[in-house]
Structure formats: structure tokens, C-alpha cells
């Protein structure tokens, strides 16, 4: 059975050491996780908060970025790196930030404007400026959906960090393309195990951030504005 064949290789220390071995594909995959994830935020929250909070464009700019979705992000990476093959992690994380975006620029965008109207009124009344308004009324109200988006993007990456494999950059890709061409499948299936255990334990994470950066009631409020 191929499921007690992967985890025979799993549980076998030969397979997790070395150059090549998944503790350091395991890294290199987390660390272009991050790198794509902090990069797609800091491009995408602020132009969120700000069109969402402008009320300029947000509809437009968050549907463009939703059709970037449709890219396949494969062909996307391959095409870069065919642009530029003297930097394929440069290329990589290029298109794999296109993957990330969209999610972040929607829930940032969708928590400014899910803001309940008397909290901004009240602190047009209270004199506060656009940026204080922003800053102390919308962002905080803003949050659930906001880190929700930056969830639903870690989750897409890490899941499709693995074609950085196409370009040789490494990555769980790496181990998962030498299975196939060896026609070694226990490897390949305890590789794709690993990459689905990773994306489970990367939401678990960001679930327990979520918690500690989101007050209860913001959370709960967020769960009713969605489920109506």
C-alpha cells in the first residue's frame, strides 16, 4: 500500500539529511513562503485600506486583482524566469507575490468597508482627520477580514511554493520532481503529505495570530456580517 510505503520513507532519517535532504527543503520552503506573503502585504494592505477607505476605485481594483487568480501560476514563474533566467529566486517569489495579493488586497479592501457607519461618523464628529479616521476607526474594525485575507494567501503559497522546484530553486518541489522521475511515488506521496501537513500547521498559526491580534467581538461581528 502506498500510504505505508511514504510513511516508511518518512520515518526513514536517510531521506532528512544532507544537502538535499526535506529538512532543508522543508526550510528553503518555509522561507519563500514568508518572504512572498510579507512582500504581498506590504503591497496589498495598504492599497486596500486605502481604497477601501477612500471608496475610490476599490471595486474595479479588487476585481482586477481577483482575475489575476486565473494566471496559472506555473506557466507565470516559467515565463518570468524565461525573461530573466539569471535570477530565478527573484522570478519565483515575482510570481508567486501575483498569487498572494489578491486574497490580501480583498479582505483588507472588504474590512475598511465592512466597518460599521456610526463608528466613522462618530469620529467625523469627534474631528478626527482622514488619516486618524483611518488609523484608530477602520483598521482596527477592519481586522478579522484583514488577517483572514493574509490567511487565505499563506495557504495558496504555501501549497504552490513547490513549482520554485521548475526553476531549481528548491523547495518540497525539489524531492517531489525527483520522485516522479524516478517513478519513486512512495516519495512522491510522502512529499505531497508533508506539503498538505505544512499548510495545515501554517493556518493553525495564523489562526492562533488571528486571536491574538483580533479582539473576541471583533471576531464575532465579523462571523455574523458574513454568515448574513
Given at each position: 500500500?502506498?500510504?505505508?510505503?511514504?510513511?516508511?520513507?518518512?520515518?526513514?532519517?536517510a531521506n532528512w539529511q544532507g544537502p538535499d535532504g526535506l529538512?532543508?527543503?522543508l526550510g528553503e520552503h518555509l522561507w519563500f513562503t514568508v518572504r512572498v506573503v510579507l512582500i504581498?502585504?506590504?503591497?496589498?494592505?495598504?492599497?486596500?485600506?486605502?481604497?477601501?477607505?477612500?471608496?475610490?476605485?476599490?471595486?474595479?481594483?479588487?476585481?482586477?486583482?481577483?482575475?489575476?487568480?486565473?494566471?496559472?501560476?506555473?506557466?507565470?514563474?516559467t515565463f518570468l524566469f524565461l525573461l530573466s533566467?539569471?535570477?530565478?529566486?527573484?522570478?519565483t517569489i515575482a510570481g508567486l507575490v501575483v498569487l498572494a495579493v489578491p486574497p490580501i488586497l480583498a479582505g483588507a479592501y472588504a474590512g475598511v468597508q465592512s466597518v460599521d457607519g456610526r463608528v466613522t461618523d462618530a469620529a467625523i464628529g469627534m474631528g478626527m482627520t482622514g488619516w486618524q479616521r483611518l488609523w484608530q476607526a477602520e483598521v482596527p474594525g477592519s481586522l478579522?477580514?484583514?488577517?483572514?485575507?493574509?490567511?487565505?494567501?499563506?495557504?495558496?503559497?504555501?501549497?504552490?511554493?513547490?513549482?520554485a522546484a521548475y526553476v531549481g530553486v528548491g523547495g518540497l518541489g525539489e524531492p517531489l520532481l525527483v520522485g516522479l522521475a524516478i517513478n519513486e511515488y512512495?516519495?512522491?506521496?510522502?512529499?505531497?503529505?508533508?506539503?498538505?501537513?505544512?499548510?495545515?500547521?501554517?493556518?493553525t498559526v495564523l489562526a492562533v495570530v488571528q486571536r491574538l491580534v483580533v479582539p473576541n467581538g471583533l471576531r464575532l461581528a465579523a462571523s455574523a456580517a458574513g454568515a448574513t
Open positions: 500500500m502506498i500510504l505505508v510505503e511514504a510513511l516508511g520513507w518518512l520515518v526513514d532519517p529538512l532543508v527543503r504581498a502585504a506590504v503591497i496589498a494592505v495598504p492599497l486596500g485600506l486605502w481604497v477601501g477607505h477612500s471608496g475610490r476605485g476599490g471595486v474595479t481594483l479588487v476585481g482586477a486583482a481577483n482575475a489575476m487568480r486565473a494566471l496559472p501560476t506555473l506557466g507565470l514563474v533566467p539569471s535570477t530565478p529566486v527573484l522570478v478579522p477580514l484583514l488577517v483572514g485575507g493574509v490567511r487565505n494567501a499563506a495557504l495558496q503559497v504555501v501549497a504552490t511554493v513547490t513549482v512512495p516519495q512522491v506521496a510522502a512529499v505531497a503529505l508533508v506539503t498538505a501537513v505544512l499548510a495545515v500547521a501554517v493556518d
